[in-house]
């Protein structure tokens, strides 16, 4: 459908608030009497994070796995009872090469996208049944967007002071497209990076005892960094 030919009923705009997970049900039920169905659902929504784990409070991490985690899946369980309906559809996830990987000052973000990849990896095998209903997950690199300035911290009441330069990361529109060509080809586990990050990720995958020494003498320069105000945010 061309963007010149949508008409008003064609646009259909709600708040969503993924923590708010008893509001997931209606505002599915919203969607679906506007629409009558539901093809795609793309999760987007969640926090990155920058902090020690030694000097973060416990409550953070919650809040990451509230938001990041069980946001997700809670959204994902209502739209997926209406796609077992009809058979059909696509849940899509935009988890992380965080979610591959590990990386110091975002071990609760890490983790959120380790469990995001396990459960949708899991998720899939449950639905064998129902072929033409495909779970695809994106995982991106570097990418400008507003993430920085809304990252998490050693406490839920603190903010980033510094978000750095983001001229170096991915453009945002090449991001989407890449991620729209995977979705279009049902592509089970789209990494979207450049490198170094890219050739990184290969590495974990593939010779994990190389990584551990890469992330060490990484890991070792971006806590100094971080502690000298120099701030770098993976997506």
């Not at 110091?104 to 209903?133: M, V, W």
């Not at 979705?183 to 890219?198: F, G, Q, T």
């Amino acid at each position: 459908l061309e963007i010149s030919s949508l008409t008003e009923n064609d646009i259909l705009v709600l708040r969503l608030d993924l923590t708010d997970r008893s509001s997931h049900e209606a505002a599915t039920n919203s969607v679906l009497k506007h629409f009558g169905k539901i093809d795609v659902l793309i999760n987007n929504g969640g926090r990155s994070q920058r902090s020690l784990f030694v000097d973060t409070n416990l409550d953070v991490y919650n809040a990451i796995i509230e938001l990041n985690y069980l946001g997700t899946i809670s959204l994902t369980k209502f739209v997926l009872n209406h796609m077992i309906q009809r058979k059909k559809g696509k849940i899509v996830t935009v988890s992380s090469v965080m979610g591959i990987m590990g990386a110091p000052l975002a071990t609760g973000y890490c983790a959120s996208k380790h469990a995001l990849q396990g459960f949708f990896n899991s998720l899939r095998t449950e639905l064998t049944d129902y072929p033409e209903i495909s779970i695809i997950q994106i995982c991106p690199g570097p990418v400008q967007s507003q993430i920085i300035q809304n990252v998490f911290t050693e406490n839920l009441a603190k903010s980033i002071e510094n978000s750095g330069d983001q001229s170096h990361k991915m453009p945002t529109d090449r991001c989407a497209r890449l991620t729209l060509v995977s979705v279009a080809n049902d592509v089970k586990e789209a990494w979207i990076s450049d490198h170094p990050y890219l050739a990184v990720c290969y590495l974990w995958q593939y010779a994990p005892t190389w990584a551990w020494w890469l992330m060490n003498r990484m890991g070792k320069r971006r806590i100094q960094n971080f502690k000298a105000g120099i701030v770098s945010v993976q997506r």
